[in-house]
């Protein structure tokens, strides 16, 4: 009923392919180690924050909270680690990983945005902007991600850091109690972020599955192997 | 250990002479000497100069004021099982100005007042217990027709030092919780030129306001501070990391209703809302009333009471988040990102619906043909 507008998907099935470099090698790895900390990080968070189950017997022979809150640390070590590549690579990396990517700042881009978010609440997947990189509300929604995961990772260590009052953390963050009212308010920051982390990937893992069905372009396979299997004739916002 | 009521200090008599009197032995005294070392941190080779600091001692002026409170932080100080030498000191230094244990009234007290400031101008200790209210002017507390603000500033001019006791005089604490009515604050509010001591709590450790007054007697200085003017000796550890229950936090074992078989086994208090996550004091050292317990050993969360602000910040006291606003109080942030998320499932779940029928309405699903012609047709026009 539309085939007079679908210019692209509409598209013999026949063709040649060219392959489209995205993702480097750090970007890649940092993808997948920010995937299985945040996992962690919401497993054991959720469980310091409210110990849905317990031991018994003598305290001396179990250490549930402390293995909870050693993975805690550990993964958070390792998400502030794919931070520091990420920021790295924001500087290092190609144009569809360099900090111009962060936000959709071409007057091309923020008309796109306004396209691809009518296509998304309308179902009309026909009409999105094609892209090779982040499209516009990719972008702007990765760039939130890493705004999120910069404020859970101030109050987290914020909250690290009150085991010693002379640590390094309690010294560079014992200003963010009295800025959200005290630690407890610093506590439930942190808390309710966890959850806009664990709403993010729902809609992430979805988002990424519908692109990868509707557009047959290797869109989930791009952050294995690095990057797409496009058809030569098919043209993008991005190329 | 030693007779209340001998006779009285007099003003050329040393503190160790006058302990001598009222049969205080040496023992006793040097005893007495190592335990505060050991409070405030000091090696055993300060116990020398304490005990000789503190003989030496002629009978130093203290003045305390009682501003806006309810007394209990003066209760903490007197109240021991015991007497012991540290209450006979803070009896003794006490004695120049303070409300409830002196024994002058009206006039007569207000006099006392003025002439000791006078007389020990620049050498005075000025202890406060309460907060300064200063909405209205101060009219919400007056003494002798004068305001709080008034006599704290007049008392903190001449003192060689100020110490607030207690939450009141470290920043309103009750009656300066939302949406303080008298607009409370705290004595560090009102004296900027000096620095203000605060020996945090509702009310706080009589042991480490005795430490502090015998720090300043033997040191001749204030003890070190944390950025709320907390002396560190006391107030540098959380309560969590000196709990008697942390065993049980390690782990996994908690109190889940106070009536529970784990309330019964004494297991950590985290899950009922104790604040000894967050707050620092030496509630678990130190204990109360001679070492007897304090609020964690008798089985009680910590309310975080050293902590600037723990009315409004530490409630609900038997939660460990706080409420959300507008959800009323079982809607926990909990409940609320659980159905987010859930709604965020179906939502992309309704998505993935819609996304297919729309598919399947417009064409059949495309195959791709293989193998791959070698002879592309030319690249549509690209958009735009």
């Known amino acids: 009923m539309s085939s007079a507008t679908a210019p692209v998907e509409h598209l013999p099935r026949t063709g040649n392919y060219r392959w489209v470099q995205l993702w480097g090698i750090p970007l890649r790895v940092m993808h997948w180690a920010a995937a299985i900390s945040i996992v962690v990080l919401a497993v054991t968070g959720l469980y310091i924050g409210k110990p849905y189950f317990m031991t018994s017997?003598?305290?001396?022979?179990?250490?549930?909270?402390?293995?909870?809150?050693?993975?805690?640390?550990?993964?958070?070590?390792?998400?502030?680690?794919?931070?520091?590549?990420?920021?790295?690579?924001?500087?290092?990396?190609?144009?569809?990983?360099?900090?111009?990517?962060?936000?959709?700042?071409?007057?091309?881009?923020?008309?796109?945005?306004?396209?691809?978010?009518?296509?998304?609440?309308?179902?009309?997947?026909?009409?999105?902007?094609?892209?090779?990189?982040?499209?516009?509300?990719?972008?702007?929604?990765?760039?939130?991600?890493?705004?999120?995961?910069?404020?859970?990772?101030?109050?987290?260590?914020?909250?690290?850091?009150?085991?010693?009052?002379?640590?390094?953390?309690?010294?560079?963050?014992?200003?963010?109690?009295?800025?959200?009212?005290?630690?407890?308010?610093?506590?439930?920051?942190?808390?309710?972020?966890?959850?806009?982390?664990?709403?993010?990937?729902?809609?992430h893992v979805y988002m990424s599955i519908r692109a990868d069905v509707l557009d047959r372009n290797s869109t989930i396979s791009s952050i294995v192997s690095g990057g797409r299997m496009v058809r030569a004739d098919e043209a993008f916002e991005d190329d | 250990m030693f007779s209340p009521n001998s006779h009285p200090w007099s003003a050329d008599?040393?503190?160790?002479?006058?302990?001598?009197?009222?049969?205080?032995?040496?023992?006793?005294?040097?005893?007495?000497?190592?335990?505060?070392?050991?409070?405030?941190?000091?090696?055993?080779?300060?116990?020398?100069?304490?005990?000789?600091?503190?003989?030496?001692?002629?009978?130093?002026?203290?003045?305390?004021?009682?501003?806006?409170?309810?007394?209990?932080?003066?209760?903490?100080?007197?109240?021991?099982?015991?007497?012991t030498i540290g209450n006979l000191v803070l009896d003794l230094i006490s004695l120049d100005y303070q409300h409830t244990l002196m024994a002058a009234a009206?006039?007569?007290?207000?006099?006392?007042?003025?002439?000791?400031?006078?007389?020990?101008?620049?050498?005075?200790?000025?202890?406060?217990?309460?907060?300064?209210?200063?909405?209205?002017?101060?009219?919400?507390?007056?003494?002798?027709?004068?305001?709080?603000?008034?006599i704290l500033e007049e008392a903190a001019a001449g003192a060689a030092g100020v110490v607030a006791v207690g939450a009141c005089a470290h920043w309103g604490s009750v009656q300066a919780a939302r949406p303080n009515p008298t607009g409370a604050v705290g004595v560090g509010d009102i004296v900027k030129d000096k620095p203000v001591v605060n020996i945090a709590g509702c009310p706080p450790i009589s042991d480490?306001?005795?430490?502090?007054?015998?720090?300043?007697?033997?040191?001749?200085?204030?003890?070190?501070?944390?950025?709320?003017?907390?002396?560190?000796?006391?107030?540098?550890?959380?309560?969590h990391d000196q709990c008697s229950r942390?065993?049980?936090?390690?782990?996994?074992?908690?109190?889940?209703?106070?009536?529970?078989?784990?309330?019964?086994?004494?297991?950590?208090?985290?899950?009922?809302?104790?604040?000894?996550?967050?707050?620092?004091?030496?509630?678990?050292?130190?204990?109360?009333?001679?070492?007897t317990s304090w609020p964690i050993g008798a089985g009680h969360p910590c309310i975080g009471c050293t902590e600037r602000q723990f009315w409004d910040t530490m409630t609900p006291f038997y939660d460990r988040l706080p409420d959300v606003a507008g959800f009323g109080v079982?809607?926990?942030?909990d409940l609320i990102g659980a159905a987010l998320a859930a709604g965020a499932t179906a939502g992309v779940a309704a998505h993935a619906a819609a996304t297919a029928i729309h598919q399947a309405r417009r064409r059949p699903l495309p195959v791709v043909d293989a193998p791959v012609r070698s002879d592309p047709p030319a690249p549509p026009a690209a958009k735009e």
């Open chain 1, 57 to 203: 017997g003598e305290a001396s022979s179990h250490f549930l909270m402390g293995w909870m809150r050693l993975l805690h640390f550990i993964a958070a070590g390792i998400l502030v680690m794919t931070a520091i590549v990420r920021i790295y690579w924001l500087f290092a990396g190609n144009r569809y990983e360099r900090w111009t990517a962060l936000i959709p700042w071409h007057p091309r881009d923020i008309r796109n945005f306004f396209r691809q978010a009518r296509a998304y609440l309308l179902v009309r997947p026909e009409e999105a902007p094609r892209y090779l990189g982040h499209n516009p509300l990719q972008q702007l929604s990765y760039t939130g991600l890493y705004a999120l995961a910069l404020l859970q990772a101030i109050t987290g260590f914020a909250l690290y850091g009150q085991y010693d009052s002379t640590s390094f953390f309690f010294r560079l963050l014992n200003w963010i109690g009295p800025l959200l009212g005290g630690m407890p308010n610093v506590r439930f920051v942190h808390h309710v972020l966890t959850w806009a982390f664990i709403i993010y990937i729902p809609i």
């Open chain 2, 13 to 83: 008599e040393t503190l160790g002479r006058h302990l001598e009197k009222r049969g205080v032995s040496r023992r006793e005294f040097l005893e007495f000497c190592g335990g505060l070392c050991a409070m405030l941190g000091l090696g055993s080779s300060f116990v020398p100069r304490m005990a000789h600091a503190l003989q030496s001692m002629k009978r130093p002026s203290v003045i305390w004021l009682q501003l806006q409170e309810c007394t209990g932080c003066v209760e903490s100080v007197i109240r021991t099982s015991e007497p």
């Open chain 2, 106 to 150: 009206g006039h007569q007290a207000e006099a006392a007042l003025q002439s000791s400031m006078k007389e020990n101008a620049g050498k005075y200790l000025l202890v406060v217990t309460g907060s300064v209210p200063l909405a209205e002017n101060g009219i919400y507390l007056t003494i002798g027709g004068r305001t709080a603000k008034t």
């Open chain 2, 208 to 239: 480490v306001v005795t430490a502090t007054i015998v720090h300043y007697l033997t040191m001749g200085r204030m003890p070190a501070t944390d950025a709320e003017g907390r002396p560190t000796f006391a107030y540098g550890a959380r309560i």
């Open chain 2, 246 to 291: 942390r065993a049980n936090f390690d782990a996994g074992q908690f109190v889940t209703s106070f009536d529970d078989e784990a309330a019964r086994n004494g297991w950590c208090l985290y899950r009922v809302g104790c604040k000894g996550p967050s707050t620092f004091s030496p509630c678990p050292i130190f204990q109360w009333n001679s070492g």
């Open chain 2, 330 to 333: 079982e809607r926990t942030a």
